[in-house]
């Protein structure tokens, strides 16, 4: 097992990719919002994004202290519910698959952006492209990929090197008296005149939409048993690298921005001089690094190739995240069990397919559209941040309190968990009460602008999740054992459904005769008087010795006639256990099914209501079915039962304890 | 029975609203091909009119005929598959599927034309107005209205009422001098001068459309068995009532169109001086009527008001035809058996699903583009009328020829009855000359405007369903009985499936021990060996006299460890047919289903595969399902079971003769 564990170079790339692919589009959605104001506005540009260094920083912190308290990988769900209860820890929960979602839409959106801006000719069918993308997502994550292979790590590294090495140039150039010039530099941009109240509120909006670049940020916690030992130390390690590298790229890449004076903005018509009928607006990064290494030039469409590469493989840790914890969430009775199988790769398949469709539905919905999605994105993230935090709180907490107790034994080792617990509760206070302010604004500013249907769902899905655990709970009190239960069915009946005489019907009259029932008797429903008449001759003529039971239905229905008999039968020879026997068709492709009725099943659901009534399917495989099961229902040279010519007497050799009469109805 | 037979008087508007709904669209049609060659054009218009109205009169002749030899309601599928073979039926019936599904298009298609006229503000809402009203056909239909009822009686008769009103009015008005002048008469039109090659096929693309007049003529003859008697005599009226009724609105909306200078064009943006840009091109029938009577008076609203409903009606016809038609295809095996099943309302709801499903999907594709509909249209049906007189004259030269060997007898009846045939044989062979040529006019003149497709889809349609009919047969060669066939099973095991020990479980326990097999195994198949030492300890606790058997399943399968053990099983103590036990829960509201897992059901799925192995379900009604059900399976007062103690030894009296040791493997 342990070699399947991530040495620290490996689990780097392969958990950074969400935290990392968002500079792809903090600094962007920061620049944008400040110049709906103007381009004045910039001027707050360095102040905001030192504000989400800030914040980036006190987060990465806190989250290493999550990781020493909860190594096991459940992440802020885990922490909200041991600690806050379960009510917190199911909006967590909510919050988090708000998120997974959002995740695969915006990386997936943002990385089309990014391909767009370096191929625009591909702007129509952005939408169709990002749907694609999911889809080949969904395939490829279907098929069990290993999250560890090599392929994942590679496009990180050449993303991570890629963007410092044009950072580098950037401000190499800008040194040496030859700044880079973006294409949009000359645009001027519309702007309406603000108050001063509104002037505060974009400033805070766009600190909202920078501090998209934390996105990502906690999935190391979520990933600390993937670790090689020492584990907690080495994702600690791995979280402050992450942590710095992000910090690097977001702040050299606004800064990248602000000097080339790349002029991106939420409306392109809004450019005075940009042609925004005819052409997409190029991408944050596309601008810089046209600006840098020239538009068309071979590292201008590697930086586009790895970011959007790098996008994708943030959407992709979505696939492992959700399905995960929907695991999770159904193993704690919070979510339908379907979550917690694992299809025929061993993945959880069912949350794979619910999160692909979703995001789809996303995407369609919003038009791929990144600025709308970020909008909604970052409320959730901060909530499962917020409460998060607040878990940890408590938990260090609780655990000061412990060893304050402890402490009076004069126990050495408490005094050092002590003072570990003291210093996670300051930094988790700290955590908690940045990243609970970062929700107020957040909220404040994005909730007009789409984030209110964020703060819909998470509640309802909170609910649905309160709601199925109850459901569960109330189903697991009804079926427990307890000592009022008593069953002691006496009787045996065997009711075998007969439609016409054919093969699939003999085999069910076997069997039934082969489990040997007190009584067996073949029951045929006659929507048509000639037919039953003719099954009737047919019996006799091959000598069947069972009896054959035939009842009328004068509405052409099965289980209401059925139902009069079973009825009818016990009133007269007292209580029976009723095992209805129905031949089923096996076949052998997809289509077949379209072909066969399925009066059978539904007949078996109607049975079932019935009181004392179990329901026996025999299966038939057809020929078709051979060529997928490798077995047919058709005697074959070898078969135990092949070799004897057909004989009545010999065929049902068991029969003579069944009532041969007919029953008297 | 007799009293729901229908009278004439209501025969008529029943049989006729699809026949007489056509005049709606096909003189608009036929004018507006001519108009796209320009104004000079519309001097052909009377002779095509004419023509066509020749035509309508030759097929009610034929069909006449048709309703005489065949009144069993059969129509063209039946005359053809009886006459011509099997593959030409099957051609027919196809068409019929088409034309069914293009009837429902192109009738609400109009309709909603009809209605966007008067009320243009609707004009945005085109395609979803077509879509809601199939939605609402349909819906009315799967309730199961009578066809019978006067609610449809009543709009075709305001309708031919008010349209031959205002054909009379507007005659009136011309002979007084005082001609209706339509909106769009002032409109020139841009055309291009064409060859003359190109005259003659504008003329006769002309006339393929205004035969879209045609169809709806063979519904009377699928509805012969509805008449009250004589039934064959009545039907006949009705017929040449309907055609004569057909004729008289058809010649009568042509002259009126023509006297009024309607200019109705395939783009309304070639109509010099029409502000194409912002309002819809009203329909002739509206055009006809505003001229008459004035826009917005109340006779206008009146006559688009029952000209849209007997459109709608026309479509409704067709929820009448395709389920029909499916169910005798179903009934012949060319078409899927579901087809055949009777819903809740005694309807053939599949029917009527797939019908709408595919007009919706249609509407949508063509965006409820009425001119493009017909295109498809006009194909289907005159490939059924042509194979269906083509079958006529083959049903009569069979009967003259037995006629004439009979008449070598002198019997006086042959010779009226070969008279009749006769008489049949020179009027179908008109009308199969007349069709046929028709269908290759249709065929030149519409392939490259669409109706490819239907000769595309018609003969794929007519393989899948001899491919439908070999895979009856095949199936039902495969299950025949045969004096081969021996079945002998012995041996008899129960295996009950034990996840946990709960109420469901312990029941499915109880009905095997009360069907006394064999031998009787509790068989767990342990994915945590937890869990299995717990369930064994409560098996124990609960003192249940049948061995447990515990099955390891290292990779958390179910179906490979079970099929293992029934193999070594039998490997050990000989074969046996094995009864799986499995519990299965019957919830009481849809979303229940998405709680539970289909691990139950994929295991039965899966376990039917193994050869020698029944599938017993053992149904759990949980307390839910009482809400629908009005039962649940926790014991409840006055059930016989309740009222004794939780007894293990009670519990399983039928179990002594079971094996109570475990079985050793």
């Known amino acids: 097992m342990d070699e399947h564990l991530l040495p620290k170079k490996m689990a780097l790339p392969i958990f950074a990719s969400d935290a990392l692919s968002s500079v792809a589009y903090a600094p962007q959605e920061l620049l944008m919002i400040l110049l709906t104001g103007g381009l004045a506005f910039l001027a707050f540009s360095p102040w905001i994004a030192a504000a989400v260094v800030v914040l980036l920083s006190v987060v990465v912190l806190s989250y290493r202290q999550l990781i020493k308290a909860y190594p096991s990988g459940g992440g802020d769900y885990e922490v909200a519910r041991k600690n806050l209860g379960e009510v917190p820890g199911v909006v967590v929960a909510a919050a988090l698959l708000v998120d997974y979602v959002l995740t695969v839409a915006v990386s997936v959106a943002s990385g089309v952006d990014n391909i767009i801006?370096?191929?625009?000719?591909?702007?129509?069918?952005?939408?169709?492209?990002?749907?694609?993308?999911?889809?080949v997502i969904v395939l490829i994550n279907l098929r069990g990929v290993r999250e560890a292979s090599l392929v994942f790590a590679i496009p990180t590294y050449v993303f991570i090197g890629s963007v410092v090495f044009m950072i580098g140039t950037g401000l190499v150039r800008t040194?040496?008296?030859?700044?880079?010039?973006?294409?949009?530099?000359?645009?001027?941009?519309?702007?309406?005149?603000?108050?001063?109240?509104?002037?505060?509120?974009?400033?805070?909006?766009?600190?909202?939409?920078?501090?998209?670049?934390?996105?990502?940020?906690?999935?190391?916690?979520?990933?600390?048993?993937?670790?090689?030992?020492?584990?907690?130390?080495?994702?600690?390690?791995?979280?402050?690298?992450?942590?710095?590298?992000?910090?690097l790229?977001?702040?050299?890449?606004?800064?990248?921005?602000?000097?080339?004076?790349?002029?991106?903005?939420?409306?392109?018509?809004?450019?005075?001089?940009?042609?925004?009928?005819?052409?997409?607006?190029?991408?944050?990064?596309?601008?810089?690094?046209?600006?840098t290494f020239g538009m068309g030039s071979i590292p201008f469409y590697l930086i586009q190739g790895a970011t959007a590469l790098v996008l994708l493989l943030a959407a992709n840790t979505a696939f492992n995240g959700f399905p995960l914890l929907g695991a999770v969430l159904a193993r704690d009775g919070y979510a339908p069990k379907a979550l917690n199988t694992r299809g025929d790769r061993l993945v959880f398949s069912n949350g794979m397919l619910?999160?692909?469709?979703?995001?789809?539905?996303?995407?369609?919905?919003?038009?791929?559209?990144?600025?709308?999605?970020?909008?909604?994105?970052?409320?959730?993230?901060?909530?499962?941040?917020?409460?998060?935090?607040?878990?940890?709180v408590r938990h260090w907490r609780r655990i000061i309190r412990a060893t304050t107790r402890i402490e009076a034994r004069r126990d050495p080792a408490s005094g050092i968990e002590r003072r570990g617990a003291i210093t996670g509760l300051v930094i988790n206070t700290t955590g908690a009460t940045f990243t609970a302010t970062v929700l107020v604004i957040v909220t404040?500013?994005?909730?007009?602008?789409?984030?209110?249907?964020?703060?819909?769902?998470?509640?309802?899905?909170?609910?649905l999740m309160l709601g199925v655990n109850r459901y569960y709970r109330d189903v697991e009190h009804e079926i427990r054992m307890d000592d009022e239960i008593h069953f002691g069915s006496d009787g045996d009946v065997a009711l075998v459904m007969v439609s016409r005489l054919q093969k699939p019907v003999l085999k069910a009259l076997d069997y039934a005769v082969a489990a040997r029932h007190d009584k067996t008797i073949a029951l045929h429903v006659a929507t048509d008087h000639e037919d039953a008449d003719a099954l009737q001759e047919e019996w006799k003529a091959h000598g069947i010795p069972l009896p054959l039971v035939i009842i009328d239905s004068p509405y052409r229905?099965?289980?209401?006639?059925?139902?009069?008999?079973?009825?009818?039968?016990?009133?007269?020879?007292?209580?029976?256990?009723?095992?209805?026997?129905?031949?089923?068709?096996?076949?052998?492709?997809?289509?077949?099914?379209?072909?066969?009725?399925r009066?059978?099943?539904?007949?078996?659901?109607?049975?079932?209501?019935i009181h004392g009534v179990t329901i026996t399917l025999v299966p038939w495989l057809l020929d078709s079915s051979e060529l997928i099961y490798g077995r047919r229902s058709r005697p074959v040279p070898g078969q135990e039962r092949a070799g004897r010519p057909y004989d009545p007497v010999e065929n049902f050799e068991h029969a003579e304890h069944s009532s041969l009469e007919r029953p008297e109805l």
Chains 1, 2 share one sequence.
């Open 117 to 135: 801006s370096a191929l625009p000719g591909l702007d129509p069918a952005r939408v169709e492209l990002a749907i694609g993308f999911v889809v």
């Open 175 to 247: 040194a040496l008296g030859d700044p880079p010039v973006a294409s949009s530099a000359e645009f001027a941009v519309q702007a309406e005149s603000l108050s001063q109240a509104a002037v505060i509120l974009l400033v805070l909006r766009a600190f909202s939409s920078g501090c998209s670049a934390l996105t990502g940020v906690e999935a190391v916690s979520n990933g600390v048993p993937a670790f090689r030992r020492p584990k907690v130390r080495n994702a600690q390690t791995t979280l402050t690298m992450m942590g710095g590298v992000a910090i």
């Open 249 to 291: 790229l977001f702040a050299g890449l606004t800064v990248l921005a602000l000097v080339s004076g790349v002029h991106y903005a939420e409306d392109p018509c809004t450019l005075v001089g940009f042609d925004c009928e005819n052409q997409p607006q190029p991408s944050l990064m596309a601008q810089v690094a046209a600006a």
């Open 354 to 392: 619910v999160l692909g469709l979703i995001a789809i539905a996303v995407l369609v919905i919003y038009q791929a559209n990144l600025t709308t999605l970020i909008q909604l994105y970052i409320i959730g993230v901060f909530v499962s941040f917020s409460l998060g935090q607040l878990g940890m």
């Open 444 to 463: 404040i500013t994005k909730f007009t602008h789409g984030a209110w249907l964020v703060f819909l769902a998470i509640p309802i899905l909170a609910m």
């Open 557 to 597: 229905t099965y289980a209401g006639p059925i139902g009069e008999f079973i009825r009818r039968y016990r009133e007269k020879n007292g209580p029976a256990v009723m095992t209805v026997y129905l031949p089923q068709y096996i076949v052998g492709h997809w289509w077949e099914t379209l072909l066969h009725n």
């Open 599 to 609: 009066r059978s099943r539904r007949l078996a659901q109607q049975l079932m209501l």
